[in-house]
C-alpha cells in the first residue's frame, strides 16, 4: 500500500475507535505527511523501513533545527501508526516499538494570580457590542475558570450539557469521555443569565425560518459554535482591558490557575485529576510544582534575610 493508504485509513480509525477529534486527526496527518515526503525522497515507503530508517528521521529532524517536542510528538504519531499497521497484519514486526524520544525539557506551566483573573472576568463583564455579547463574554470567562475546561470542550458544549440542574455541568471531553464539574455560584448565574438571552435568541430565529443550533454558543459560522480562534482573541482583548499582561494569558492558562488555585487552597490531587479529565495522575502532578515555585518564590521575595542571601 501507499504511505497516503497508510495514513488515510489510520486516521479513519483513529476518528472511528478512539473519538480522535478533529485536531488531534490534523496534527498527526501533517506530522506522517512530512514522514512520508522524506521517506520518499529515499526512494521507499512506509511498509520497507526498519528501525534504522526511522532513527535516521529523527537525526534529520534534529539537524532541522526542529525543537524536542516537536521531534517527540512526531516520532509518537509514527509510534502509532506503525502499532496499527502491525495490528492489522500489514507488517509482521513493529520497527518504531522500541525507540526512545528525545528526553523533554520539564517546563512549568503559565498560571495567573486569582487577582488577575478576577481583572479578567470584569473586563469580560464590560466588553461587547451591546448586552448579549457582554452577557455570553461573562458567561465564557465564569466557566472557563469555575470548571477548568479545554477552550475546545467550552466553545463546542452542546446546551444540552447546561439543562436541568446547573449546579453540575456535563462535560464531553477527549475520546468522548465524558466527566461532571460542579460549577461556582458565580459561574450559575452568568449561565442562566445567557441561557434567557441565547434561548431567545433561538425563538426568533425559529420564526424567521433558521435551523435551530445545538450549541451553548452558536454562531452563524462554518462550525455552527464560537471557535477557538475567536475566544483566543477575545481573552486577550480581554487581557490588555483589564491590564493583565497579554503575554500571560490565553485559555489554557484559565485551566492552569483553575487548576494551581484549587491545590492552593487543599484540594488532593485526584479530585483536581477528576475535574480536569487527565487520565494519569502524573499529568495532574505537574501543579504541584508549579505551587512550590511560587512558594519559593514569595520567600525569596518577602524573607526579611532574602536580600542579605
Known amino acids: ?26 496534527a498527526y496527518a501533517r506530522d506522517l505527511k512530512g514522514f512520508s515526503e522524506w521517506t520518499e525522497t529515499r526512494g521507499q515507503v512506509f511498509s520497507q523501513l526498519n528501525r534504522e530508517d526511522i532513527e ?21 504519531a509514527i509510534k502509532q501508526l506503525y502499532r496499527f ?12 516499538i522500541q525507540i526512545k524520544g528525545p528526553g523533554l525539557d520539564k517546563r ?16 469580560a463583564r464590560l466588553s461587547g457590542r451591546n448586552k448579549n455579547e457582554r452577557t455570553r463574554n461573562i458567561c465564557l470567562m465564569e466557566l472557563l475558570y469555575a470548571t477548568g475546561m479545554r477552550v475546545s470542550e467550552l466553545v463546542s458544549m452542546p446546551v444540552s450539557a447546561s439543562r436541568g440542574d446547573p449546579r453540575m455541568l456535563l462535560i464531553k471531553g477527549k475520546g468522548g469521555k465524558e466527566r461532571m464539574v460542579p460549577l461556582s455560584s458565580p459561574a450559575r448565574a452568568a449561565l442562566v443569565a445567557w441561557l434567557e438571552i441565547r434561548d431567545a435568541n433561538e425563538e426568533e430565529s425559529q420564526r424567521k425560518g433558521k435551523a435551530a443550533s445545538s450549541f451553548l454558543f452558536p454562531s452563524r459560522g462554518k462550525l455552527g459554535h464560537l471557535t477557538r480562534h475567536r475566544f483566543y482573541a477575545m481573552i486577550k482583548e480581554f487581557a490588555v482591558a483589564s491590564g493583565v499582561n497579554p503575554d500571560k494569558v490565553t485559555p489554557h492558562t484559565l485551566r492552569h490557575a483553575f487548576a494551581t488555585h484549587l491545590l492552593a487552597n487543599g484540594a488532593d490531587l485526584r479530585s483536581i485529576q477528576t475535574l480536569l479529565g487527565h487520565a494519569d495522575v502524573a499529568t495532574t502532578e505537574i501543579y504541584t510544582h508549579v505551587l512550590d515555585e511560587r512558594l519559593k518564590s514569595l520567600v525569596l521575595e518577602s524573607h526579611p534575610l532574602s536580600e542579605a542571601g
Open 108 to 123: 512549568l506551566p503559565k498560571t495567573l494570580e486569582v487577582e488577575e483573573v478576577d481583572k479578567l472576568i470584569e473586563a
Open 85 to 96: 499497521a502491525f495490528e492489522e497484519g500489514w507488517r509482521d514486526t513493529n520497527p518504531a
Open 1 to 26: 500500500m501507499s504511505n497516503l493508504t497508510w495514513i488515510s485509513t489510520f486516521l479513519e480509525a483513529q476518528a472511528a475507535e478512539l473519538g480522535a477529534s478533529n485536531n488531534t486527526q490534523m
Open 56 to 76: 535516521d528521521y529523527l537525526v534529520y529532524c534534529d539537524n532541522q533545527g526542529l525543537a524536542k517536542s516537536t521531534r517527540a510528538r512526531r516520532l509518537s
